[in-house]
């Protein structure tokens, strides 16, 4: 299939990234001081039993979860562990991608745990609103460096870091197609943005510097400096005059 998604395919499509946010929004309100982030992937289980969608993570190039859960200096990619505990002033990643009917819908959010740090409040404010402004510039005859720019100069102004090495991305039947959507770059490059592309877009904001690493697991991406890091994901469908965003919570 291509980047231009047929409307039988973008119904579909809007229906993966419902679900997905809504699955996303359930699991978020579900977590609590005390908890591991092996218990929010079950809290992820029972839910998807209940939606009847599939996780278009497990598997894929060998991801071991169902959802990704990373808390604090961890950006992206924590993979579910008994051994992890979540407390009160903990920001925790939720990262989540499920197909239905064979789309995939992808988003994510970074959840307060009981009272956070100012600057935690910050970071969450400065990573929402960077992905509007992304959201904001991604429209027909624009190009991926325009939604990239948008989102690394609120960053920057909000004295935060984008991380680099990962970004956004087109998303349909398999979660990464083409085109990558950069979180910075400049105006006026990279590919153009067209009519019914659908496109996930994923700032990833470091409180400190933008260096990360990846843990002996494989997987866990963390910041070099153990500053913390935020995440928020959105679908959108590129529309004759702008984008809808797809990723909206029906309950
Ligand atoms: N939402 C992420 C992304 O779009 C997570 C996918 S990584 C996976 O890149 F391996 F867990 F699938
Ligand atoms: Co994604």
Known sequence: M????????????????????????????SIKEGMTTKALEIVAQNLMKEYNVHSAFK?????????CVSVNEEVVHGIP???????????VSIDVGFRYEGFCGDCAATFPVGE?????????A???????????AAAPGKRTGDVGSAIQSVVESGGFSVVQEFGGHGLGRTLHEDPGIPNFGNHGTGEFIKENMILAIEPMVNM???????LEDGWTVVTCDGLPSAHFEEDILITENGN????????
Not at 116 to 124: A, F, G, P, T
Not at 244 to 251: A, P, S
């Open 126 to 136: 400065i990573t929402q609103k960077s992905l509007l402004a992304g959201i904001s």
């Open 2 to 29: 291509g980047i231009y998604k047929n409307i039988e395919d973008i119904e579909k499509i809007k229906k993966a990234c419902r679900v997905s946010k809504t699955i996303l929004k359930k699991i978020g309100d």
């Open 81 to 91: 562990s008994e051994k992890k505990n979540i407390k009160s002033g903990d920001i």
């Open 208 to 214: 400190g510097e933008s260096k990360i690493k990846i």
């Open 116 to 124: 956070i740090s100012e600057e935690k409040k910050r970071l969450l």
């Open 244 to 251: 809808e965003v797809l990723t909206v919570y029906d309950g």
């Open 59 to 67: 598997g894929y190039r060998g991801y071991p979860g169902l959802i």
